[in-house]
């Protein structure tokens, strides 16, 4: 179905509806029966049929009954009603309503799996169903109805009751008429049989002598038959058109539970083929679809999990074997590769960054853990091993200056002292600490790159630039990219500084007079630019000076409102500034070396 659009059509019976509680034509023709006996106090037995022909010599059809309990066609149409409709308490108690299969069988027409409906109940389940959620199918349920109907083609849905409606006292319900249809219904019977597919659900085919007919004389078979069978057995008739029809037979419990399961399954393939494969461009405006709108979380979820699912797939492929041959233009090209693998997730991940709510951060941040492969460290250095590290640091790198970018300090704290590990046998490290070019590749093989010989900082300056594809949804201009990228860079080591010493250890150290530590982690770009001590420089866009009209940096103030520098929260920059000293202690020292 889900490969042949609008292809199938449904052929059903009473089964779909027993579940409602409204009762089959035969059910009511009986009870009718019956009420007539009481009338003339007479007791019609086990057989009501039988005793009506002897009493009133007419064959018991709908008419010929109602004629004797009703005198005009209003009171017939108001008898069959309590047939039909539910009254108050029966509402409340969701009798004679739509049961699961009816809306689900108006989920499928609504999407366009289903156009055409044959139907032998004259109940109009079916049609609340589908104005419930705002379509009006076309109703053939009698032959001068067929003439004025929609063609097929052009209808949304087009339901065909064979055995007429129940508000219409032309109803098909005994041996004689439902032997015989009028040649109009019969012409459009032969139609769908001929063209459409056909899932049969609720129709045993035992009392239909004229619907199994129009079956068996369908000349095509463009499309295999799906006859649903409850039990053990599809009963004699059933079978031998699934014989005639080469139907397959799909087993099942109830329609409720069959037309569930058909209507999930096809939205699963729908959700499948909306996203694998897909274009960045498509996920992005999906994901921008979906941030905003609480509605769409599972959507949301459910396309970044995927997408996280396929890279994380592809990144375990062959093409990244931990046993290939090592030199720096083969390193240079596995870089290649992990960048092309990861562009569609890095830039979900810039714009879910960007614009994250406190409750979507959590989604973010587990693509840490998600993207993450343990290093493989052998005897000796081995590259490939430390290399698989890559995908994770640009996804920290580009998700930290998209928060960077919109202020968003929250999640930008978060992702500094989110907790990783590198090796299972040692403790876990906020990444601030553990994601950083030194420990993705080492610093004498990056320096050995192609067109990278005698940068201070190889890979940083190569990510550099693969980022910028990944950041271009938030449409940054290269000044401001330069910026933001120096900025995270310097706030990912004072973070690591604040992780790696305590204010107890920092005093310890200040009371034997050995000074501040130094940074624990490679310094990024900025450290070695003429202008990172210049007046608008780095180092002076951080400062904090004391006083209490003195102001503080606003990412500084941010993350010491979300924790960091032992803040508790609030605004005491008392450990930053400490941070802040030590590190560009540090970098002096470095540009003087370098």
Request: with cysteine; net charge negative; proline share 6%.
């Amino acid at each position: 179905m889900h490969s042949n659009k609008g292809v199938y059509a449904l052929l059903v019976g009473s089964g779909i509806s027993r579940a409602s509680g409204i009762p089959t034509g035969w059910e009511v023709s009986q009870e009718l029966i019956r009420r007539v006996a009481r009338i003339k106090r007479e007791d019609c037995g086990a057989n009501p049929d039988d005793w009506f022909r002897k009493t009133f010599g007419l064959e018991p059809g709908y008419s010929e009954v109602l004629e004797q309990v009703t005198g005009t066609p209003t009171e017939r149409s108001q008898l069959l009603r309590t047939f039909m409709e539910p009254t108050p308490e029966e509402r409340l108690q969701g009798f004679k309503l739509p049961t699961v299969a009816h809306n689900r069988i108006a989920s499928l027409v609504s999407r366009g799996y289903v156009r055409v409906i044959i139907t032998t109940n004259f109940d109009r389940l079916l049609e609340q169903a589908l104005a419930q959620i705002g379509i009006g199918a076309t109703v053939i349920s009698s032959a001068d109805a067929v003439s004025g109907a929609i063609p097929l083609a052009h209808s949304q849905c087009t339901i065909v009751k064979v055995h007429g409606d129940y508000l219409d006292t032309r109803l098909k319900n005994t041996f004689a008429e439902l032997d015989d249809y009028p040649g109009q219904i019969d012409r459009i019977l032969d139609r769908v049989f001929d063209e459409y597919g056909l899932i049969v659900c609720g129709w045993s085919a035992a009392w239909d002598p004229a619907l199994r007919r129009a079956m068996e004389r369908a000349p095509s078979r463009r499309f295999t038959p799906y006859w649903t069978v409850f039990g053990s057995s599809s009963g004699t008739e059933a079978q031998g058109l699934m014989d005639l029809r080469k139907a397959s037979a799909i087993p099942i419990t109830d329609a409720n539970a069959f037309f569930s399961e058909l209507d999930e399954n096809i939205i699963a393939l729908e959700n499948h083929v909306a996203t694998e494969p897909i274009s960045a461009d498509v996920a992005v405006a999906r994901l921008k679809r979906y941030l905003p709108d609480p509605v769409h979380r599972i959507s949301l979820n459910d396309l970044i999990s995927k997408e996280v699912h396929r890279t994380v797939l592809a990144l375990g492929g062959e093409r990244f074997s931990l046993n290939s041959a090592c030199s720096a233009e083969a390193i240079l090209r596995r870089l290649q590769e992990y960048e092309a693998e990861c562009l569609p997730l890095l830039r979900l991940a810039a714009v879910t960054a960007f614009w994250a709510t406190p409750e979507q951060d959590r989604l973010l941040l587990s693509l840490l853990t998600e993207l993450k492969a343990y290093p493989h460290f052998f005897s000796g250095y081995n590259a490939w091993g430390s290399l698989r590290l890559y995908p994770c640091l640009m996804l920290f790198y580009i998700a930290g200056i998209a928060s960077l970018a919109n202020e968003n300090y929250r999640l930008l704290a978060e992702l500094l002292t989110w907790p990783v590990v590198l090796d299972p046998n040692k403790p876990q490290k906020p990444a601030c600490l553990l994601l950083n070019d030194d420990r993705c590749l080492d610093i004498g093989i990056q320096r050995g790159l192609p067109g990278y010989v005698g940068y201070s900082t190889p890979l940083l300056t190569h990510m550099f630039e693969v980022l910028k594809q990944g950041l271009k949804d938030l449409q940054l201009n290269d000044a401001r990219y330069d910026q933001l990228f120096d900025e995270f860079d310097y706030i990912r080591c004072l973070a690591a500084w604040d992780a790696e010493h305590t204010t107890a250890d920092i005093s310890e150290l200040e009371s034997q007079k050995q000074g501040l530590p130094y940074c624990p982690v490679p310094l990024g770009r900025f450290a070695w630019k003429d202008s990172f001590r210049d007046e608008s420089g780095l180092s002076r866009q951080f400062d904090a000076p004391e006083g209490p009209t003195a102001q503080i940096p606003r990412a500084i103030g941010g993350l010491l409102t979300y924790g960091l520098f032992e803040s508790a929260g609030k605004q005491n920059p008392h450990k930053y500034r400490k941070a802040k000293v030590a590190l560009d202690s540090h970098v002096d020292r470095r540009q003087r070396a370098w």
